[in-house]
């Protein structure tokens, strides 16, 4: 069940609309069903609708005229309250239970007092109604009505759960606003698939990923082919941005313009300076070799190094500290640089990971002390690396990245949940679905042919390697791999690295040490991506493996990192109780 609140100065116009046909003749048999005493005059049933509407006006409107120049100048108040599309059909006398208490909890007509304001409940489509009260008392006092949605929101969550409707979850204020129903049927009209506001969200968004400056911001707004026009105070200082898409036009021919603020609230320029000033991304352009890894093409190395950062983030989220609100706000940028420059059989399920993950990254929670330098380095590194499209180790670094990254968001579902951030959670929850099935496509030919390579193994080695894994994994994780997969590409893992000089047992049982392996949906795979990048084995099982230079057969630990962005993550995990020991901290 959704609020909508409005406030309006016409009580008699919006009267008229919401006994007329509605701008598409979707209003059908409106008619009462509440008001302020039960007798309200109803126009629906009268010969002359018109007189009716009159007379309801003029009640409706007595204390405003009696309260004078006191009276608001927007005295009317609008809600519209909806049931969801797979809820049962309300009575009437429902929805008059509904509209007294929403007017009780909002504190418009409290039950009992007899100088409430007046309100009538008009009700024209089977799932909603709206509600009209004029904001004046009987005593001609203003009703106090602070955080009227708010207190609207959770009255519609007590109603669901007593009347059996689903509940939805509830708000707090940081979502972004959505699309009015001008804009939706527009859309419609026009043959978009959405609204002009959710398209430039996205688009800006995307451009924000990765960005190193403020003008480099604009600039990729421009380049993705946006109208942008800078708000200039009269010093000449930038103080806002609007954007409009080519072609959408108001009837004056004009372009329909778009504040970053009104397109979600952390996309006002104040906004994207606090988190451009959080720490300058790193502007180098990527080496050749990082740290003594192979010459891999730049989208896979870029791709590597994200995940051994989406990984220590993952440990912030898990030490369920406040720092990580910002961790967040980093992920999802990483997300977007990821969906970007994704090959187009995993870009759909990527972006729509990036567009529920959106949600997850807004809350009050505010961090001090955070430095996100090194997750949005890691966006900027794959925006500007960008896509390996037709080169099979984009398949597999892809794969690599993206099964941690759903790691990464049931954490983030599990932060929010420990805060009570219903909506937070959900979105990250969706996000991790979104990248389960991106996953299931990118890694489709690495694992199978790495399976295949763990066939092939001669017998003896094939059972040495299982002989580790079974003694390695406990019996509830043994049961996990044999119930997803067989140990083929595991076996398979384990001997090329081996083949490399590590060491199978130490190396297998790191991996297993670096975070929890009980939301994996395979643990057999997220074993697999974790030797390859502790082992520095290629992503894609069709390049040669290659030994670590001299000095570096063991993995490096965190302490010896020369570079935050570009370093791999191969200490064993920190404990949760001392997140310090994370990179991503100060």
Not at 96 to 125: I, K, M, S
Not at 297 to 305: D, Q, V
Not at 313 to 320: K, P
Not at 469 to 474: E, G, Q, S, V
Request: hydrophobic fraction near 35%.
């Amino acid at each position: 069940m959704v609020p909508k609140i409005r406030r309006g100065s016409r009580t008699h116009g919006l009267l008229v609309y919401l006994y007329g046909p509605g701008k598409r003749d979707e209003h059908i048999d409106a008619h009462l069903v509440g008001s302020w005493d039960g007798f309200a005059p109803d126009p629906s049933p009268d010969p002359d609708p018109k007189v009716t509407l009159a007379r309801l006006t003029a009640a409706l409107d007595l204390r405003v005229k009696q309260a004078g120049t006191t009276a608001p100048a927007e005295h009317v108040w609008h809600c519209s309250v909806r049931t969801d599309p797979g809820d049962r059909t309300l009575t009437d006398a429902e929805w008059n239970t509904v509209a007294r208490r929403l007017v009780h909890a909002v504190n418009l007509a409290p039950e009992g007092d007899p100088d409430g304001c007046r309100w009538v409940a008009v009700r024209h489509a089977g799932d909603h109604i709206h509600i009209l009260a004029t904001m004046v008392r009987g005593d001609l006092r203003r009703p106090r009505m602070n955080y009227d949605f708010r207190k609207a929101q959770a009255e519609c969550r007590r109603i669901e759960g007593e009347m059996g409707l689903r509940r939805l979850k509830p708000g707090d204020g940081t979502g972004a606003k959505t699309p009015t129903s001008a804009e939706r049927f527009k859309a419609e009209r026009t043959g978009r698939p959405e609204a002009p506001r959710e398209t430039l969200r996205e688009a800006v968004r995307q451009a924000l990923a990765g960005a190193a400056t403020e003008e480099e911001f604009f600039s990729r707004l421009r380049e993705a082919g946006l109208r942008v026009k800078i708000r200039n105070a009269p010093s000449g200082d930038a103080i806002g941005y609007n954007v409009a898409l080519p072609g959408d036009r108001n009837r004056d021919h004009e372009p329909i313009w778009f504040a970053g603020s009104t397109l979600a609230p952390d996309l006002s320029l104040p906004k994207i300076r606090l988190r451009l000033a959080d720490g300058t991304a790193d502007q180098t352009p990527p080496s050749a070799t990082t740290n003594g890894r192979p010459d891999w093409s730049p989208p896979a190395r870029e791709r590597r190094s994200a995940t051994d950062i989406a990984e220590q983030a993952a440990i912030v989220l898990d030490s369920n500290n406040d720092e990580a609100a910002t961790q967040l706000v980093g992920l999802g940028a990483l997300l977007d640089s990821v969906a970007q420059t994704s090959p187009a059989a995993t870009r759909a399920e990527l972006g729509a990971a990036a567009r529920a993950f959106e949600r997850a990254t807004r809350s009050h929670v505010r961090a001090e002390r955070a430095d996100t330098r090194a997750i949005r380095s890691a966006a900027r590194g794959i925006i500007q690396a960008g896509s390996a499209l037709g080169r099979g180790e984009d398949g597999g670094t892809t794969a690599m990245l993206v099964s941690t990254l759903v790691l990464v968001a049931l954490a983030a579902a599990r932060w929010h949940s420990a805060r009570g951030h219903a909506q937070q959670a959900h979105a990250s929850r969706q996000a991790a679905e979104h990248l389960r099935a991106a996953y299931r496509q990118a890694a489709a030919a690495p694992m199978r042919a790495l399976r295949d390579q763990g066939r092939a193994l001669p017998e003896a080695e094939r059972r040495t390697h299982e002989a580790t894994i079974r003694a390695a994994l406990p019996e509830e994780g043994l049961r996990a791999v044999s119930s997803s997969t067989k140990t083929d590409a595991l076996a398979a893992t384990l001997a090329q690295a081996e083949q490399a000089g590590h060491a199978p047992k130490a190396l297998l049982q790191q991996a297993i040490d670096m975070r929890e392996l009980d939301t994996a949906e395979d643990v057999n795979d997220v074993l697999v991506w974790r030797l390859r990048r502790l082992a520095q084995l290629p992503a894609h099982p069709g390049e040669a493996t290659r030994r670590p230079q001299a000095g570096t057969s063991q993995p490096k630990t965190s302490a010896n990192r020369t570079s935050t962005r570009t370093a791999p993550t191969t200490a064993p995990r920190p404990a949760a109780s001392d997140p310090r020991n994370c990179p991503l901290r100060r």
